[in-house]
């Protein structure tokens, strides 16, 4: 051969071996060249990197040495078969003991390197480093036991339980029912998994009941919720149902879990004694309403019998024989003061009657107030002037307007008036006084009386409702006067209220009217 083919040839193989020499330190992957017994005879810098050896110490080792003993025999039993040509390449997951003792998991890959005759010369061994992707499956795999366990666990714990078990998936479809639950349905459990479960649910709780599944699980939340359940033997049951959204611990939602009781004779005995209650209230009203006739009969028996007793007495002063014109005249006057007051208690029991069958009515018309407080305020004076109370009426000049009936609105001026002076002391003093606006008109009487007790003050507008209903009181009356009051004033669309600062401070009853009459009053009248 020439010398220059012999000298290009050389040149070559020099270059060749320089490429293999750069390719082979710098590989991602461990390489090694190991002879026929096992001994290294090349390994380029990326092995020492995994096994943790510098390239001296690990050319004085073995491949033997560096094997994991559960692994050797496995690798020389595939040599053997690479040697006799049995196989051309061996491929495995194996694993290595470092130079500290740790194990490194790798992905092996071994090859017969050939003399020209096909003596075997060396063994090739390509070594990919996969300890974190053999770590994290064995994690996976502890992960999943564990899950199983727990699950083996929850599902033992949730058969043996008393009470009903459900779960359900992030689907909001239900993966499991305990041992209660089927028998509770008597279903098996394929037919409940998923929705099956509200074929059971009574059709009045049907909707209710999904819904507030529904809108718990989107919210994540936990609901509670109670409903019907068809039992094995056909018959509803009431469940309590408590939900609870599960999540993992890295706060990923995973689905509900939850548990049924059957609240069916705890129902049955809160019915029964809403039942018993409403009875006793109704056989309480009755027996009241019963008590309040007997003392209505008394109390109007009283106040009838207290003028009338008054009108005979005095009769009789007439009779014995001649008697002066005076105490003709003081006669007369005491008869007609006590008929009026029989006169009263007659038409407020008959306009309590009217309101209370719905009769009463009013004829609106345009109608100036200031007469009708004028009115209102003669037919107190004299009662007032007997005890000196100072009576002050504070509209002089103002003419005010309002659409009502003129005979109603002076009876609700003049029982507020009279009210007032029966309830101040001698000497004390009451005012009528008139404020408007653009739309309203209102009436206050004002006066310094005995005040109202402020427990008192939600019922002084009911009927025969009296702050003292003692027989001894002081004041008479039916208790019948503001209730009529408050009712013709609604009648003519308005309102009325009381305010008392307390015991001894007076009372103040404001009434507010509408210039206009309303005229859904009308079309009801």
Not at 39 to 47: P, S
Not at 419 to 425: G, R
Not at 449 to 478: C, T, W
Request: aromatic letters at 8%; a neutral charge; proline letters at 4%.
């Amino acid at each position: 051969m020439p010398h220059w083919l012999l000298w290009q040839a050389e040149a070559t193989r020099n270059i060749m071996d320089d490429r293999y020499k750069v390719i082979f330190e710098n590989a991602a992957v461990g390489i090694a060249r190991v002879d026929r017994n096992g001994r290294f005879q090349e390994v380029n810098q990326r092995l020492c990197e995994i096994l943790g050896y510098d390239h001296y110490e690990l050319m004085m080792k073995t491949f033997a040495d560096i094997t994991h003993p559960d692994d050797l025999d496995s690798d020389v039993r595939a040599l053997e078969r690479l040697l006799a040509g049995e196989i051309q390449v061996y491929r495995r997951e194996k694993r290595y003991i470092c130079k500290d003792g740790s194990i490194m998991w790798a992905n092996l890959t071994v090859s017969m390197v050939r003399e020209p005759d096909g003596t075997p010369d060396c063994f090739v061994s390509i070594i990919e480093d996969i300890s974190a992707r053999k770590w994290a499956e064995q994690k996976l795999r502890l992960a999943e036991e564990a899950l199983r366990t727990s699950h083996a666990r929850f599902r033992l714990l949730a058969d043996t339980a008393p009470v009903m078990i459900w779960s359900a998936g992030i689907d909001k479809l239900c993966n499991f029912f305990n041992k209660s639950w089927l028998e509770f349905t008597g279903r098996p459990l394929e037919k409940e998994l998923g929705n099956g479960w509200t074929e059971g649910i009574h059709p009045e709780d049907y909707d209710r009941c999904v819904h507030t599944y529904i809108k718990a699980f989107d919210a994540r939340q936990p609901f509670k919720m109670e409903y019907r359940l068809r039992r094995y033997d056909g018959a509803y049951r009431y469940l309590l149902d408590h939900g609870a959204p599960q999540f993992s611990p890295s706060r990923k939602f995973i689905g509900y879990i939850g548990s049924c009781i059957d609240i069916t004779d705890r129902k049955e005995a809160e019915a029964e004694r809403e039942q018993l209650a409403k009875e006793q209230a109704a056989r309480a009203a009755a027996e009241a309403s019963i008590r309040s006739k007997d003392e209505l009969l008394a109390m109007v028996s009283h106040e009838l019998r207290s003028p009338l007793s008054a009108i005979l007495s005095y009769a009789r002063l007439l009779q014995p024989g001649p008697v002066s014109v005076e105490n003709i005249n003081k006669v007369v006057a005491v008869i007609e003061r006590n008929a009026k007051a029989q006169l009263q208690i007659i038409e407020d029991l008959l306009d309590s009657a009217r309101i209370m069958a719905g009769k009463l009515r009013v004829t609106p018309v345009p109608v100036d107030l200031a007469p009708v407080l004028d009115s209102a305020l003669d037919t107190v004076r004299t009662s007032a002037e007997a005890k000196s109370i100072s009576l002050v009426g504070q509209f002089s000049g103002r003419t005010e307007q309002v659409i009502g009936d003129p005979t109603r609105l002076g009876q609700i001026v003049w029982n507020l008036l009279s009210n007032a002076v029966k309830f101040t002391s001698e000497g004390g003093r009451v005012e009528l006084m008139l404020e408007s606006d653009a739309d309203w008109v209102r009436i206050m009487v004002r006066d310094t009386g005995k005040g109202i007790e402020p427990e008192f003050l939600p019922y002084v507008f009911e009927r025969f409702r009296q702050e003292d209903a003692s027989s001894g009181r002081r004041h008479g009356g039916l208790g019948l006067g503001l209730s009529i009051v408050k009712y013709l004033v609604e009648l003519h669309g308005g309102t009325i209220a009381a305010a008392s600062a307390g015991p001894g401070r007076g009372s103040t009853f404001t009434v507010t009217l509408p210039r206009r009459y309303p005229e859904f009053l009308l079309n009801a009248g």
